[in-house]
């Protein structure tokens, strides 16, 4: 009986020995969660969600500034100076507020538009230009007379005219002016617009003296570049 009972201490006592080399062995075999995670995340640098470096950010917007172009303002400088009216006088320049006064040998220049005559006003605020002679008491002659010039018009030149540089728009007494072979002068021109005007009281002839020896004189009509369209007209010879 005593036998017996050494018997199963013994069994007991081998059986606790191998179950607590077991637990030993597994418990040094064990690695914490956080050990793992620290590994994961040092092998990746770049954590989800995070934003660039703010070298890298500076670097990027450096490089997107200098591939767009400055802002071009030649243009806008150019046009200031086409739309600039020039002026220039030999005996004397007046200027009073808007209104400037052109003595001798006036001079004015606007865009495409020239303007030459013994005596010009321009007027900046309306846009107005009035040009008109002088009379020479020594020789009792009109002269200065205005000389206008547009584009590849042919000069024109009158007793006076008023003309609005902006709208192109005018008014033009006692005209003279070729056209190819033929020439029209006297009465009265009312520019409308830079290819049309009014006539009233012209004559359009082939002679090119200041007084045509003959001519058509067309009371009323509208002239374009290449032809004019008459209302009433007749023939005159010598008067």
């Not at 009465?187 to 020896?213: H, M, Q, W």
Request: aromatic residues 8%; contains cysteine.
């Amino acid at each position: 009986m005593k036998f017996t009972t050494l018997f199963f201490l013994l069994a007991i006592i081998l059986l606790l020995n191998a179950i607590t080399a077991d637990s030993k062995s597994k418990v040094s075999s064990y690695k914490p969660i956080s050990s793992i995670i620290d590994t994961i995340i040092k092998r990746d640098t770049i954590k989800k969600g995070k934003k660039p470096l703010k070298g890298n950010k500076t670097s990027t917007t450096t490089n997107t500034k200098s591939a767009v172009a400055p802002n071009d303002t030649t243009k806008k400088n150019q046009g200031g100076m086409e739309s600039e009216v020039k002026t220039v006088a030999e005996d004397s320049t007046i200027t009073d507020g808007n209104i400037i006064y052109l003595y001798g040998k006036a001079r004015v220049t606007y865009t495409d538009f020239e303007l030459d005559a013994d005596y010009i006003r321009v007027d900046k605020k309306s846009h107005l230009l009035f040009a008109k002679g002088s009379y020479d008491p020594k020789t009792k002659r009109y002269v200065g007379r205005p000389i206008s010039k547009q584009k590849n018009d042919e000069p024109l030149t009158s007793d006076s005219l008023i003309f609005n540089y902006e709208t192109k728009k005018g008014h033009i007494w006692n005209p003279s002016t070729k056209q190819q072979e033929n020439y029209i002068t006297h009465g009265e021109v009312k520019k409308l617009n830079e290819s049309e005007v009014a006539y009233r009281n012209i004559i359009f002839t082939t002679c090119d003296k200041p007084d045509p020896d003959f001519g058509v004189v067309i009371t009323r009509g509208i002239g374009e570049k290449k032809q004019i369209i008459s209302g009433p007209a007749y023939l005159e010879i010598e008067g």
